[in-house]
């Protein structure tokens, strides 16, 4: 048998019912704080992610998923959607009619990296992009907006980071000064940091590896050494984070792990996943579009690791199979006919229901039923249907009474509205 190819993996039910929630919460938040949504390819020209994630990153190092196409393309398959969001708005200039845009984008990533729990070679981001303001209002709604949608989707166990990573006037000194302090701990070093000290010096200090951990501790804090314009800027996002009393952790080792940030870098982070703490991270990237051939135009991101969402969504709390409404219990050929009419004048109102065609006993159906956890059961028989009615039972009481046919449908709203409201805001909007 053909099995899926290591690292990817099938969404099925009731998962991906989850998924279809959590998505549905995600637009419904985003378009109410003025977002609109892009759709964008998978295939980008690898010169792209080498230009804005940056060559001495894990992902374009050793990650991507590249090829030479017929034509000799170097193709990769995106490993974010940053890259591409700020493609389209340079290639389409949407900088020229309105450059303050706020978009989002939801779809699968492609990182080749070791499989693991909470970590896939495709993925699933849901990712938001504002473009056009510089000011620190647009990081603190973009963090207050993540924080609303995990708890809108109830999820807890969740702690968002925050830290700045500066900008071109005080970096530089900042990587210089850390340099120095790197050089003198190269023997704790692990391999992959060394490759990277000159480079990247930043990256050592989110370093996994215990060793390269301790080295680092008393290293130098680039949040001490932000020029006034990044500490200000930093100052006024905690401001509004405390004003929404939002419950956040300033974490200095934040770097995150591409280079177009600046300033405002954030995670929300969980111990829910093991090593893969980072559910949804993102930052500023104030030069990336003029980095990429557009205008000089500020801009701040996040992405969602919509995997490792529902993990931690599923873990509090296991995702139930999406039950119809009502299902139909047909005994005789004319009560079938009668179903299957039932079953297309519910859908019409929104209401799912089913129904069985298999002419089994109603013993057998009413198993079915049971399986299928609808919460109303309409039994039909032949000499009921003459008399112009059917019996409906409520499957959480027990109860059943018979119910005239001509009022069914009128019945079964009242009954299946009255009983879904207290229940509204789980998993079915
Ligand atoms: P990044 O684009 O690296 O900032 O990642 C943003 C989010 O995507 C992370 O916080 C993770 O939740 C998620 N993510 C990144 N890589 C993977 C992966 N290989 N598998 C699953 N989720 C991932």
Redesign the pocket.
């Known amino acids: 048998m053909i099995q899926l190819i290591r690292g990817f993996k099938d969404i099925l039910q009731p998962e991906a019912s989850l998924w279809q929630h959590i998505e549905n919460e995600a637009r419904r938040l985003f378009e109410s704080h003025g977002y609109r949504e892009i759709r964008l390819p998978i295939l980008e020209k690898t010169e792209l992610f080498a230009r804005s994630i940056g060559e001495t990153t894990d ?1 374009v190092e050793k990650e991507m998923y590249t090829f030479a196409d017929r034509s000799g393309d170097h193709l990769t398959l995106r ?2 959607a ?1 890259a591409s969001v700020v493609r389209a708005y340079i290639q389409h200039k949407l900088s020229g009619t309105e450059p303050i845009r706020k978009l989002y984008t939801i779809g699968p ?1 492609f ?1 080749r ?1 070791r499989p693991q729990k ?4 495709q ?3 849901i990712d938001a992009e504002v473009f056009g303001i510089s000011s620190p209002y647009a990081d603190a709604q973009m963090i207050l907006m993540l924080a609303k949608l995990m708890e809108r989707l109830g999820v807890t166990g969740i702690s968002a980071h925050i830290n700045s990573l500066g900008c071109p006037e005080c970096r530089p000194l900042y990587r210089e000064n850390l340099k120095a302090f790197i050089h003198q701990h190269t023997e704790e070093l692990c391999e992959d940091c060394l490759r990277r000290k000159d480079k990247n010096p930043l990256r050592v200090l989110d370093c996994k590896n215990e060793s390269c951990r301790k080295a680092m501790t008393e290293a130098p804090e680039l949040l001490d050494q932000l020029c006034t314009a990044c500490a200000d800027h930093f100052a006024l996002v905690r401001r509004e984070l405390d004003r929404r009393n939002l419950d956040y952790k300033i974490n200095k080792r934040l770097v ?3 280079d177009y940030y600046t300033r405002t870098a954030f ?2 982070q969980t111990d829910m996943l093991g090593a ?1 703490s ?5 930052g500023r990237y104030d030069g990336l579009v003029k980095t990429l051939g557009g205008p000089d135009i500020p801009a701040i991101g ?8 529902v993990e931690v969504i599923t873990q509090a709390k296991p995702p139930e199979t999406p039950a119809p409404s009502v299902f139909f219990i047909p005994l005789g050929e004319s009560a079938m006919e009668k179903a299957f009419d039932f079953c297309l004048q519910l859908a019409e109102k929104s209401i799912e229901a089913d129904t069985d065609y298999s002419g089994r006993s109603l013993k057998a159906l009413m198993k079915r039923a049971d399986r299928l956890a609808a919460p109303f059961v309409v039994i039909m028989g032949d000499s009921e249907l003459q008399a112009g009615e059917v019996s409906l039972k409520n499957m959480a009481t027990g109860e059943q009474r018979p119910v005239p046919l001509d009022s069914l449908v009128e019945i079964l709203s009242l009954e299946i509205s009255g009983q879904e409201a207290p229940e509204s805001g789980t998993q079915d909007p």
């Open positions: 992902i490993p974010e940053t990533m990182r990296e909470g970590r896939y070679r993925f699933y981001q995150r792990g591409l995670e929300l893969q980072a559910v949804a991270g993102g996040f992405a969602i690791g919509f995997d490792r969402l």
